[in-house]
T-cell receptor, first 117, second 114 residues
Framework: AQKITQTQPGMFVQEKEAVTLDCTYD???????LFWYKQPSSGEMIFLIY??????QNATEGRYSLNFQKARKSANLVISASQLGDSAMYFC??????????????FGTGTRLQVFP | NAGVTQTPKFRVLKTGQSMTLLCAQD?????MYWYRQDPGMGLRLIHY???????AKGEVPDGYNVSRLKKQNFLLGLESAAPSQTSVYFC?????????????FGAGTRLSVL
């Protein structure tokens, strides 16, 4: 079974609008961490934002925020005021408690976001 | 700010040839990882290391070997390359066992096996 599911292969958004990229996860652990990475066309993987399972508030980093709904096991990335430079692949990833001693991440298949003027 | 550096950036091999991918990090990280990225499959862990001199298998280790002789370097070897190993390879590193433990990635190596 997929541990990380990103159901949107591609998304379009107009510049300056907000966009939500979906991520659902599957784990039986109570303690886990959720990450979002950005991969622009140049290829590198850039860390964006982190949410811990015990964090009471949704994580925010500048224009990025994470809509964490624990009961629904979803960790959607919200990008506000989209910019042309936001066009990229976005990956959701999870680290489960059992993996804390190895720091292994499980990645979703990604969502390609395209921002148009 | 070098961070994680991968060499080479591109490589074309013939089936059966061997090669080594080098990953170097200057952040004094304990943990290092090798992933492969294939279309529609996200990133999959090949091998990882939790410290100098230690290595372990990840999700897709077959056909690869690794070594971590120095803390800052993590080598990925292909002894006899196969077309199925055509992929983009990423190295990553992190501090270790913290809840908010960010993995930092290199720029990737694009490998084609003909």
């Amino acid at each position: 079974a997929q541990k990380i599911t990103q159901t949107q292969p591609g998304m379009f958004v107009q510049e300056k609008e907000a966009v939500t990229l979906d991520c659902t996860y599957d784990t039986s652990d109570q303690s886990y961490g959720l990450f979002w990475y950005k991969q622009p066309s140049s290829g590198e993987m850039i860390f964006l934002i982190y949410q811990g399972s015990y964090d009471e508030q949704n994580a925010t980093e500048g224009r990025y925020s994470l809509n964490f709904q624990k009961a629904r096991k979803s960790a959607n990335l919200v990008i506000s005021a989209s910019q042309l430079g936001d066009s990229a692949m976005y990956f959701c990833a999870m680290r489960e408690a059992a993996a804390y001693n190895t720091d292994k991440l499980i990645f979703g298949t990604g969502t390609r976001l395209q921002v148009f003027p | 700010n070098a961070g994680v550096t991968q060499t080479p950036k591109f490589r074309v091999l013939k089936t059966g040839q061997s090669m080594t991918l080098l990953c170097a990090q200057d952040m004094n990280h304990e943990y290092m990882y090798w992933y492969r990225q294939d279309p529609g499959m996200g990133l999959r862990l090949i091998h990882y290391s939790v410290g100098e001199g230690t290595t372990a298998k990840g999700e897709v280790p077959d056909g690869y070997n690794v070594s971590r002789l120095k803390k800052q370097n993590f080598l990925l070897g292909l002894e006899s390359a196969a077309p199925s190993q055509t992929s983009v390879y990423f190295c990553a590193s992190s501090y270790g066992t913290l809840a908010k433990n960010i993995q930092y990635f290199g720029a990737g190596t694009r490998l084609s096996v003909l």
